[in-house]
């Protein structure tokens, strides 16, 4: 499975944030959320209806945005 298909934009979710499988999550929290020091394990943990590859396809996505092989509008 592709993980970027696990990213969906869609305006009337989270104000057209990238966000995970159509779901509130936006991309950015994910991250922030690996950022502030939690384990994969321990997202999962606090949020069940996230899973690995949710977490993997948000990686993804901030790294083909920051090496700028994605545009945020073409996602």
Same mark, same amino acid.
């Given at each position: 499975?592709?993980?970027?298909? +696990?990213?969906?934009? $869609?305006?009337? *979710? &989270? /104000? !057209?944030?990238? &966000? @995970? +499988? =159509?779901?509130?999550?936006? @991309?950015?929290? *994910? *991250?922030?959320?690996? !950022? ?10 606090? /949020?069940? $209806?996230?899973?690995? $590859?949710?977490?993997? #396809? &948000?990686?993804?996505? #901030?790294?083909?945005? @920051?090496? =700028? +092989?994605?545009?945020?509008? #073409? #996602?």
């Amino acid at each position: 499975m592709q993980y970027l298909e +696990r990213i969906t934009i $869609e305006s009337s *979710i &989270c /104000h !057209g944030k990238p &966000c @995970v +499988r =159509g779901m509130r999550w936006p @991309v950015e929290v *994910i *991250i922030d959320m690996l !950022g502030s020091g939690m384990s994969f394990d321990e997202i999962l943990e606090d /949020h069940p $209806e996230l899973e690995r $590859e949710d977490i993997l #396809a &948000c990686l993804s996505y #901030a790294k083909l945005l @920051v090496s =700028g +092989r994605l545009i945020k509008d #073409a #996602a």
